[in-house]
């Protein structure tokens, strides 16, 4: 088989497009989520999201046809938590996460949320870096909080999603990511 060539199409060939995630993405997910988690989401708790939960917002990234990442957060009134993130990890480290975060906290704000908080692993480093170049700092640690080896939780947050200076922020971000 030949690889197709698109030397008029302007668009990178590795560009994610955004979207809700639907149960039909949800068996890719599953597999993403173990591929990424030492305690995961069964399957169940991701339809139960999507069917029953009213402030839950899940999203999946797809390259093509083929999910690659995916995130969601909940949104009650004007606090908002990123519930999970994560990209397949063959697609790790070529900006995904990133892309993902921001459509995060963009949804965050557009259903009129100021605050947003998360949990993180106190050895997840990875992620702790991607937060923090979003403006997220540590402002507690809840210890123990993961049941399989008892590991602390970072909770995080991004200050005031509302400000001039956040949103100033991530116009630099996003602009840099544009560019
Ligand atoms: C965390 C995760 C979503 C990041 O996704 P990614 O697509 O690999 O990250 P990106 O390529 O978008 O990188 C964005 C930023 O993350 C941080 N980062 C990414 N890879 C890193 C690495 N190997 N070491 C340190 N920081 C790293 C950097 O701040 C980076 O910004 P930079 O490129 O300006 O340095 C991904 O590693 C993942 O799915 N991890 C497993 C699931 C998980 O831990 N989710 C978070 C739960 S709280």
């Known amino acids: 088989m030949k690889m197709e060539l698109r ?8 560009r994610m497009e955004i979207g809700a995630m639907t149960p039909g993405d949800i068996p890719t997910v599953t597999r993403i ?14 339809y139960n999201e999507l069917n029953t939960n009213k402030v839950a917002h899940y999203f999946v990234g797809r390259i ?13 009134l004007e606090d908002s ?3 999970t993130i994560a990209v397949d990890p063959v697609y790790r480290g070529k900006g995904l996460g990133e892309v993902m975060l921001l459509h995060l906290i963009d949804q965050a704000i557009e259903r009129g ?5 998360l949990e993180v692993r106190e050895s997840n480093v990875v992620a702790q870096q991607l937060y923090k ?3 997220f700092t540590t402002v507690t640690m809840r210890r123990g909080y993961y049941s399989d080896d008892n590991e602390s939780a ?3 947050w991004a200050g ?8 100033n922020r991530i116009a630099v971000l996003r602009s840099r990511r544009s560019a």
Request: aromatic share 14%; proline share 7%.
């Open 81 to 83: 938590h990123i519930t």
């Open 154 to 156: 970072l909770v995080m």
């Open 33 to 46: 989520e173990r591929a990424s988690f030492s305690t995961v989401w069964p399957s169940d708790a991701f």
């Open 113 to 117: 949320a100021a605050w947003l908080t």
């Open 133 to 135: 170049k979003y403006g």
């Open 64 to 76: 093509g046809d083929r999910v690659v990442a995916y995130g969601g957060i909940w949104v009650i």
């Open 7 to 14: 030397p008029n199409d302007a668009s990178p060939p590795d």
């Open 160 to 167: 005031n999603l509302k400000s001039e200076l956040y949103r």
